[in-house]
């Protein structure tokens, strides 16, 4: 991760919209200079994340292509997220149609192309790793041209299962593959992305900007937030993960990180999908490999939230229908 804020990081955006890929998008596009956004199955189908990507886009006029990407994963066999997310990958509002629809079925190719022709570019996935391991695997100077690697994914505890967290668990061979690849990789897991929560104050600080685009951002966090207290025991809101990995970028100076050797576990009956984060404290461990973020200050992130969601909504092209 950069030691400094860099500024505006070039980054291009690889995700499965999902309600917090939403939010990544609007915060990327307000932190970062985004060069793109290619999406992968994951939360929901290809066809819907791509959509979603597509309507997001659109409702705040941003002027970046939308490239979509692997429909399945490396090896496993294709696993949504429809009981979070819903079927749709968006539920829980009334969408926008987008005024059009992916630029191209190339995010890999995207992918490569525009590191190539702009050295110093971040990848930021937040979906499975799928794309970004064919990209990995289908250009072997790819990672000579990028910074680095800022994905939210994996933790020492899981989501999907005990120990595995879901884009980590879709695709645990794509994953293997980037955390193999020697990237520059910062790792926006479970233990921070839990201190990020969607919580009901938050929510109404979004619902009082009563704008047609933050209302509908207004609907999908209450039905993000409601699924997630409604599966666990005791979480005051949705964890707001894919933001995070966008912000790592933007403002370092908001998190805390330690360098670890991480590997992915790829075929254990229990354990597939698994981050194997090295945190012993004796010399002969593996030489670290990822910077793993352990610390956020959630108030500052959720402000830079707020101030994207303003900076989106000046942008939308949303009007109010008539009642
Ligand atoms: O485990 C959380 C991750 O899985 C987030 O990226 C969410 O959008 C889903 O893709
Ligand atoms: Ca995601």
């Given amino acids: 991760m950069p030691t400094d804020s860099p500024g505006r990081p070039r980054v291009i955006l690889d995700c499965d919209p999902g309600h917090d890929d939403v939010i990544a998008i609007v915060v ?18 290809l066809d819907r994340t791509t959509y979603n990507a597509c309507v997001i886009r659109d409702a705040i006029d941003l002027d970046v292509e939308v490239h979509s990407g692997a429909e399945r994963p490396l090896v496993a066999e294709p696993k949504f997220a429809g009981f979070v997310h819903g079927e749709s990958g968006l539920d829980g509002a009334d969408l926008p149609v987008p005024e ?16 190539r022709a702009s050295p110093g570019t971040w990848l930021v996935p937040t979906g499975p790793l799928t794309n970004i391991a064919l990209a990995i695997r289908s250009a072997p100077d790819l ?26 668990w879709a695709d645990p061979e794509a994953a293997a593959v980037v955390f193999g690849s020697g990237a520059d ?18 929510i109404e600080q979004v619902a009082a900007m009563d704008s047609p685009f933050t209302n509908m951002i207004t609907d999908l966090f209450r039905f993000f937030s409601e699924n997630y207290i409604s599966r666990h025991d005791r979480i005051r809101g949705a964890a707001l993960h894919d933001p995070l990995a966008v912000l790592a970028l933007a403002r370092p ?9 991480v590997a992915v576990e790829t075929i254990g009956e229990h354990t597939a999908g698994m981050t194997v984060i090295d945190r012993r404290d004796i010399s002969d461990r593996e030489a670290p490999n990822v910077h793993v973020l352990e610390r956020v200050d959630d108030g500052a992130a959720w402000d830079l939230v707020i101030e994207a969601l303003h900076a ?8 109010r229908t008539a009642p």
Avoid: K, W, Y
Wanted: aromatic content about 6%.
């Fill in 100 to 115: 059009r629809g992916a630029d191209s079925t190339d995010a890999v190719g995207f992918i490569i192309e525009t590191c």
């Fill in 185 to 202: 990789i910062t790792m926006a897991g479970l233990d921070v992305t839990h201190q990020f929560l969607v919580t009901s104050d938050r």
């Fill in 253 to 261: 100076d908001l998190f805390e990180a330690v360098d670890r050797h």
């Fill in 143 to 168: 990672l000579d041209h990028v910074s680095g690697i800022s994905l939210m994914g994996g933790g020492t505890f899981g989501n999907r299962t005990p120990l595995a967290e879901f884009n980590v």
């Fill in 28 to 45: 990327a596009s307000h932190v970062t200079d985004l060069a793109g956004v290619t999406t992968v199955a994951g939360n929901a189908p």
């Fill in 312 to 319: 989106a909504n000046r942008r939308s092209t949303l009007r």
